[in-house]
Nanobody
Framework: QVQLVESGGGAVQAGDSFTLSCVVH????????IAWFRQAPGKEREWVSS????????EYADSVEDRFPISSDSVKSTVYLRVNSLKPEDTAVYSC????????????????????WGQGTQVTVSS
């Protein structure tokens, strides 16, 4: 059974930085595509970034590129999202997701059908 467990969220001030973690269980981590999505109150869910763990290829949404680097550690089966220089508009529930179907490899990371989801972790940024 695949399980994704996020941690690291919290309430911070604008300009702060910290790291979200996602531990992945029961999944072929070294062949997967792991991503972060976020959903702010009253808004649609937004893709943030993805990492293909086999070769550490990454992609980012324009709204966070350069501020939110994503990385993976295959030994720990963990993906990290470093959230830097936070803004109030970054307030959202951040969820870790995964998929590994080789039939999807032609799709852009943002378009992949992520079938495994974590429970999410709240990030609240005050001004």
């Amino acid at each position: 059974q695949v399980q994704l467990v996020e941690s690291g969220g919290g309430a911070v001030q604008a300009g702060d930085s910290f790291t979200l973690s996602c531990v992945v269980h029961g999944f072929m981590f070294e062949y997967g595509l792991i991503a972060w999505f976020r959903q702010a109150p009253g808004k649609e869910r937004e893709w943030v970034s993805s990492v293909a763990t086999a070769h550490n290829t990454t992609e980012y949404a324009d709204s966070v590129e350069d501020r939110f680097p994503i990385s993976s550690d295959s030994v720990k089966s963990t993906v990290y999202l470093r959230v830097n220089s936070l803004k109030p508009e970054d307030t959202a529930v951040y969820s870790c997701v995964a998929e590994s179907d080789p039939r999807n490899r032609q799709l852009a990371f943002v378009c992949r059908p992520y079938v495994y989801w974590g429970q999410g972790t709240q990030v609240t940024v005050s001004s």
